[in-house]
């Protein structure tokens, strides 16, 4: 039941992105389509008109330039005569003869009907000014342009030439290519809009198969990866995603076995704990004491391990919380190898394995944290007597090299596999030949040598040994001497 809402809030919240995505797109292109079919509609109207107002306008100025002379020294009635005679034109235009007041006194048809005219190009022609005008003429009931112009005499306007030209093949026209660009923006739009469906399902689906894929995981399923489509930045999102599965697949059964090994390294000296004080408590007094030496003795090592095991665990937790304070001093690094190498010879008879050690003559002067930088040498010195078997050596030096102060461990001892080698220095890894513990020990060694601002490394050969070699930054001369 839970997956199933999961997977339907999953295609809901992708429904939502694929909508607003795919509406992000309509109204872009529609917004463009409008713009662009607006400057277009504005470009052939005033292609269209203008170039209908100029020819009237053309055909007004030849005419006022051949007569207007011989119109202004005539009256009304002879400039009507001379109109039909000599004015009238063969095609689409009317001509008008309009007295001052705009009332028609003879048209290019030789009728005088009773009309009277108020349009803006005849207001403007009676206050001494050339007018035009485009609008449905209001006595012949046709779309028109129509340009009018006084005819003087001496000072006073005696007559107006009104000339009109019929606009209803403009109009069809101009209605048509706008018909024709709406259909092309509708056409646009919706072949956009296909495209925008398909562009945003192209982006949706993978992060759909992303989701689906971290729903699955927030179920358990850690097996699930998600498939790269193409090399674009959904698909680098893809492949960074499997990765961080693989690695949490990683981390998540290192967690496991570190669980399972912890477990199991505190049940067993917490068993000897419990079954040799159980058996202190119920010996009689008179019992030997051999064995009182001996349960105490385990008992001690026992809890001995476990506070190992306890400090590991809590220095691995101020790492991880990035809460591990040093307290540096400038020392020399001489002193803490001398010191723990003393300190962990007394393992040489029990185990059988020689520790030597060959420190530098003159003093190598470091920024350190002398308690931490013993508990590196220590796991590491540690971890050498463990793999080492009876005869072998142990071998701790000290030296200066270019890279700074180096500490080297050296053992003779059974040596770590190439399979194992890349990873002994992980959080919980134990390898193939682990010896018990938590281990956190390389790792807890390699984050304190990094706070020092030094590096761990690693050589080792199977059956042959390994070395650890620990480099650490040194001071300058003129550094010690301040």
């Known amino acids: 039941m839970g997956l199933w809402l999961s997977v339907e809030t999953e295609r809901v919240w992708v429904r939502s992105v694929q909508t607003r995505m795919v509406w992000s797109y309509l109204l872009l292109i529609v917004l463009v389509v409008s713009v662009l079919g ?15 107002k100029s020819s009237v306008e053309q055909r007004v100025e ?8 011989s119109l202004s020294s005539q ?24 007295n001052s ?26 206050n001494g000014y050339k007018g035009s005008w485009t609008g449905e003429d209001p006595y012949f009931g046709e779309r028109v342009i129509s340009v009018t112009v006084p005819l003087w005499n001496e000072a ?12 209803e093949r403009v109009d069809n026209m101009v209605q048509k290519i706008i018909q024709m660009a709406t259909i092309v923006g509708f056409a646009v739009v919706l072949l956009f809009l296909g495209l925008s469906i398909v562009l945003a399902q192209r982006i949706v689906k993978p992060i759909q198969e992303l989701t689906r894929v971290a729903r699955y995981m927030a179920e358990g399923d850690w097996t699930r990866r998600a498939s790269k489509r193409g090399d674009d930045e959904i698909g680098q999102l893809a492949e960074t995603f499997n990765v961080m599965v693989s690695e949490l697949n990683k981390r998540e059964k290192l967690k496991n076995d570190f669980i399972s090994s912890i477990s199991h390294e505190l049940r067993t000296p917490l068993t000897s704990i419990k079954g040799w004080s159980e058996t202190l408590k119920e010996s009689e007094p008179t019992d030997d004491d051999e064995e009182v030496k001996l349960g105490l003795s385990i008992i001690s090592k026992e809890t001995e391990r476990l506070s190992g095991l306890v400090e590991d ?12 304070e040093l307290h540096t001093e400038m020392l020399d690094l001489n002193g803490p190898v001398k010191e723990t190498v003393h300190q962990l010879a007394v393992r040489e008879e029990g185990t059988k394995v020689r520790l030597l050690a060959t420190l530098e003559s003159s003093p190598i002067l470091v920024q350190g944290d002398a308690n931490r930088l013993k508990q590196v040498i220590i796991n590491l010195i540690d971890n050498a ?41 992980d959080k919980f890894y134990k390898s193939s030949n682990s010896y018990g513990g938590s281990g956190l020990g390389l790792a807890i060694c390699k984050e304190i040598v990094e706070l020092h601002g030094g590096e761990i490394t690693i050589n080792s050969e199977r059956g042959i040994g390994t070395t650890v070699k620990v480099m650490l930054p040194i001071l300058c001369k003129t550094e010690a001497s301040d």
């Open 38 to 52: 607006a400057a277009f509609a504005a470009l052939m109207w005033n292609y269209y008109y203008g170039s209908a």
């Open 62 to 69: 030849t005419a006022i330039s051949l007569h207007n002379r």
């Open 75 to 98: 009256t009304l009635q002879d400039q009507a005569d001379y109109l039909l005679n000599y004015m009238v034109e063969s095609g689409t235009t009317r001509i008008q003869l309009l």
């Open 101 to 126: 007041n705009g009332e028609i006194r003879i048209d290019s048809d030789g009728f005088s009907p009773n009309i009277r005219y108020s349009t803006g190009d005849v207001k403007t022609a009676m």
């Open 156 to 167: 006073r306007v005696v007559s107006m030439l009104r000339y009109t030209s019929s606009i």
């Open 313 to 324: 665990l809590l220095d691995f937790s101020k790492l991880s919380e990035r809460k591990m």
């Open 385 to 425: 007597f463990k793999f080492t078997a009876a005869g072998g050596t142990v071998r701790v030096t000290t030296a200066v090299s270019a890279e700074g102060a180096v500490v080297t461990v050296t053992d003779t001892g059974s040596g770590i596999t190439e399979e194992d080698l890349p990873f002994v220095m």
